[in-house]
């Protein structure tokens, strides 16, 4: 039996929800992960240290006593975030980043930022305080063709953005694209992006082929396996530092998702770093896992790595076609298909 054993790694991007959802997905995730970066799109948002405090709260009083989880809280940034709010997060040592979701850009992102030049002020705080700005990385102008909106979003808001701001710390996440990997690859040392399970291993054509599949529906939304897929498996199985683990793992009920609008959002909390260990076997590079999944978001972001472990084992196991929780029904990753590796401690 072939065993594999990682510093534990960590989630830089993950959504729990709240209320008895989230009380139900977080210990899957608390299972794997050391920490995780907490996205603060519940409604309403995440908007002050206040709130977020209340969340972690929450979040904590539904894990196992013993369990040593550090869920790592986040802002929301509206067009009504002020220096003082990046301030007092900068200040708290359960806040670790703002998250920019454009208006109208994904779920419960109805209170994104509408003009991003209305909060320069801000944005210049927070490089000020190197707090890092996360970014869900897409225009949401309705003559841009879906497949091109990450693409647009980098040339025109991104790198006028950076150019203001040359030492804003910036994590492009969930990227979907080519020119994503090559943006961040030739940017400086300040510049990072998560990549998810799903992005590695699927393309639209997993989405469509043989009918529309809403599991597969997400946002950004699933790409040509060339050269976009392909780059984003090569990016994560370089070793470059600046490309680390990000799930976006969402759980949303079955009705939402098969409905005649279904929602976006892939749940991957079930099986996430046996869905990264299945992409970076298939592509050669294991021995490259530990590094995306352990080491370099923990570097970027200033913390200490993971002092314990985790091991799997290369055996092959069945995802379940659905999980119930608290009265909803949610369809995973993988839903009925069979993975290679298996978490085993």
Known sequence: MVKLKLTRPDDWHLHLRQGSLMSSVVEMTAR???????????????????????YRSEIIASLPKQSSFNPLMTLYLTDQTTKQDIIDASQNEHVYAVKLYPAGATTNSDDGVTALSSLYSTIEQMQKEEMPLLIHGEVTHAEVDVFD????????????????????????????????????????????????????????????????????????????????????IKAATSGNPRFFLGTDSAPHDRLHKESACGCAGVFSAHAAIELY???????????????????????????????????????????????????????PFFSGEDLSWRLVS
């Open 277 to 331: 260990a299945e992409a970076f076997d298939k592509a050669n590079k294991i021995e490259r896992l530990e590094g995306f999944a352990s080491h370099y978001g923990a570097d970027f972001y200033g913390l200490d790595r993971n002092k314990d472990t985790i091991m799997l084992e290369k055996k092959s196991w069945q995802v379940p076609d659905i999980f119930e929780f608290s009265g909803a029904e949610v369809v």
């Open 149 to 232: 909106r990450e693409k647009v979003f980098i040339e025109t808001i991104l790198d006028p953005l950076l150019k203001r701001f040359p030492e804003l710390k910036v994590v492009l996440e969930h990227i979907t694209t080519k020119e994503a990997v090559d943006f961040v690859t030739d940017a400086s040392q300040d510049i990072a992006a998560t990549i998810t399970a799903h992005h590695l291993l699927a393309n639209r054509n997993h989405m469509f082929l043989g009918g529309i599949k809403p599991h597969y529906y997400c946002l950004p939304v699933l790409k040509r396996r060339a050269p976009h897929q392909e780059s984003l």
């Open 32 to 54: 794997q992960m050391g920490r995780a970066v907490v996205m603060p799109n519940l409604s309403p948002p995440i908007r002050t240290v206040g709130e977020s405090l209340k």
